[in-house]
């Protein structure tokens, strides 16, 4: 690979991580409305924060919810595409004897 690839991968990478973190906060925090039944309460209605973000019901929560978390499916399926040499790697150090070991830490190291 040359460097040029490699700087690709790594903010591809990055990239994906910071998707994914954004992704499962938004995640969270619909999560926990639509569990504490706060989307479309009194209090929400008039804190603004409805009129803000335009929760004025669950099914605006529900829509994100839905949405995000098939977001973070597709974003964990391409981070461990991207991670896959690396994380056969790692299984293959779990389950090989100690005369295995540094053959497959050999093949590994230019990941």
Known sequence: ???NTNKWKLKTKFTIDIFLII???FNVITALMLLFNTGG???WRSSGIINLLN???RSSLRLIHDWTGLLIIALI???LIL???TIVCYFKNLLSSAAKVAKIEQTCKNI
């Open 23 to 25: 992704t499962f906060i």
């Open 55 to 57: 929760f004025s019901n």
């Open 1 to 3: 690979m040359n460097i």
């Open 83 to 85: 991670n896959w040499r």
């Open 77 to 79: 399926l391409f981070h």
């Open 41 to 43: 309460g009194a209090y």
